[in-house]
């Protein structure tokens, strides 16, 4: 199931773009899949050296542009235990991978050419612990495991890779998946001590196991349930999880049609449905009150809908998971009375849902958007529910809490359940398809259906977002680095503050928060208010988008 490459690998030919600079945003390094190319080359042989030095850890790579369409793509580097990468080899990588083609050539290698010019750009950051191309090859070596999704240009772009590790260090530790995998999947496998040295690790479905597994704790589900896959690659996995289960028959797939690039994410997958509130292809014509999830194209996030009696679309998006995850999570803590815990949120968040968590016991926190900020914030609890309301999160437990509750399951019913549910979700990353079978495993225990679940969960807030093309987003808004604060011009953020007061004492109360976008050069405004009145958000969008732009 793996691919190994040796050091005799040739390879893909890599055209070198030198005229533009790229960013690793929030989705990493987003771009075309031709320009994609050259990145992929440089950024491996900057991996190569940062792996190197970092004794007897998997690192990772995953290839694919997520909910986007099936011709862009994107990177993400995947640090040790299957998380986010460290900020400051990120700022590293970025410089290695804008760094002047011509120097880069005369230097003879990227390893001389860093050394000598490259260390001065970057003030703050510890050069030599974070990228040292002249450390020694060390005795318990680190290996790098890429993954790609079912994107066509996914597996080109993962040789790419693995072509500019070997250019850095040949004979480095190596592989990629044989088959696509989901993006958390490849964030379990790193995280999971999978290459031994990179050759003789156990086979990828048997690394999967104790993903899979916890599933057959699911005795009955409450409804017949269906999963609109994007087209993308969740569709290979979501089989592999239902052949686990006690009953199979309760859980269909759609939009599994895998490997055209025209219609991964096309009217289809979480995003497009919280995105416009409109029903996936293939889905709007099921009966009132069917229970449908939707994953994105790499499968990181999930969402559930449903059709009202009056047709209109309900969603269960992610504060709907955090919240009914978190709840789930505080009923059963009486056997762990200091355990501390949280649900992390962001600024995109249902008033709704933050005034819940204020009211609640537990710690409740907003976080900046992308998944890598809310997990910052999670790891200060012992148990955390993460969530963005795009569908992205999942639920971290310290080792020692989770041993603890490991121990009481053994007599006490509670935290058996509460041990079934954390064996579900992926500690690693947001996983759309664990999630899946997580809420599943939580409706089936509290015997919640489709219409239970709507009646006592909230009701969403009126809410509008809108994204407002500037020249450069980043000189044109600087927000704080959580993001609540908005920093500068501030002209403009004094108008848009005596508009809110304005507009307030006409429409009644709304909130509005604005930030430069991490993966598009645009400003995105968002607009909530517990009013009925569509048209008055429409109005106040309309002047806010007038003023900023
Ligand atoms: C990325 C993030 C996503 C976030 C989105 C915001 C990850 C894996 N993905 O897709 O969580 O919601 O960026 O996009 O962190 P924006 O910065 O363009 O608004
Ligand atoms: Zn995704």
């Not at 609540?484 to 011009?489: E, S």
Request: hydrophobic content about 40%; aromatic content about 10%; charged content about 20%.
């Amino acid at each position: 199931p793996y691919r190994v490459f040796n050091r005799n690998y040739k390879g893909v030919s890599v055209p070198v773009d030198p005229n533009r600079s790229f960013r690793y945003g929030t989705a990493g390094f987003r771009y075309d899949a031709d320009v994609l190319q050259f990145i992929a080359n440089r950024a491996g042989e900057f991996f190569a050296h940062y792996a190197n030095q970092r004794n007897g850890h998997t690192y990772g790579v995953m290839v694919t542009a997520s909910h986007n369409k099936g011709g862009d793509n994107g990177l993400k580097f995947v640090g040790p235990y299957g998380g986010p990468l460290e900020d400051e080899a990120i700022k590293m990588m970025e410089e290695v991978v804008n760094y002047p083609d011509e120097e880069y050539m005369r230097m003879g290698s990227l390893a001389t050419a860093v050394k000598e010019n490259l260390g001065r750009h970057l003030g703050e950051v510890d050069f030599e612990r974070v990228y040292n191309p002249n450390a020694k090859r060390v005795s318990e070596a680190s290996c790098i495991l890429v993954g790609y999704d079912t994107r066509q240009s996914s597996r080109f772009l993962a040789d790419a890779v693995i072509q500019g590790i070997f250019r850095a260090l040949p004979g480095f530790e190596v592989a990629s998946t044989a088959t696509p995998v989901t993006t958390p999947q490849l964030h379990w496998l790193v995280q999971y001590p999978i290459l031994s040295g990179g050759r003789s690790g156990p086979e990828i479905d048997k690394a999967m196991q104790p993903l899979l597994n916890p599933v057959r704790n699911i005795s009955e589900f409450t409804e017949d349930v269906y999963v609109d896959c994007a087209n993308g690659v969740g569709a290979l996995l979501m089989p592999k999880y239902i052949s686990e289960l006690n009953s199979p028959r309760n859980v269909s797939v759609l939009n599994a049609n895998v490997g055209d690039d025209a219609t991964l994410n096309n009217r289809c997958g979480a995003d497009y449905v919280k995105s416009n509130h409109l029903y996936p292809q293939g889905c709007a014509d099921f009966p009132p009150m069917t229970r449908i999830a939707s994953l994105d194209g790499d499968a990181d996030r999930m969402l559930y809908f449903t059709k009202k009696e009056n047709g209109e679309i309900f969603l269960f998006d992610g504060d709907h998971l955090n919240k009914l995850f978190t709840e789930f999570i505080e009923k059963r803590l009486d056997a762990l009375p200091s355990c501390k815990l949280g649900t992390v949120f962001t600024g995109y968040s249902d008033m709704v849902m933050k005034q819940w968590a204020a009211d609640l016991k537990v710690g409740g926190v907003v976080a900046n958007t992308g998944v890598a900020n809310l997990i910052k914030k999670a790891n200060a609890f012992d148990i955390a529910v993460y969530f963005e309301p795009n569908g992205h999160g999942s639920v971290i437990v310290k080792k020692d809490v989770l041993r603890e509750i490991e121990s009481k399951a053994k007599e006490n019913p509670r935290a058996r359940e509460l041990l079934n549910f954390l064996e579900l979700v992926n500690p690693a990353i947001g996983d759309g398809v664990a999630n899946f079978f997580a809420t599943e495993y939580i409706l089936s225990v509290e015997g919640l259906t489709t219409r239970s679940w709507m009646e006592q969960t909230f009701k969403p807030s009126n809410t509008q977002l809108s994204a407002i093309r500037v020249p450069d987003k980043d000189v044109f808004l600087v927000a704080s680095e959580d993001e609540t604060i908005w920093l500068a011009p501030g002209p403009l953020k004094d108008a848009c503050k005596e508009l809110w007061q304005f507009l307030g004492t006409i429409f009644g109360d709304f909130t509005y928060f604005v930030r430069p976008s991490g993966t598009e050069n645009v400003v995105r405004l968002f607009l909530q208010t517990s009013n009925d009145h569509t048209n008055n958000l429409n109005v106040i969008n309309s002047v806010f988008e007038y003023v900023i732009s």
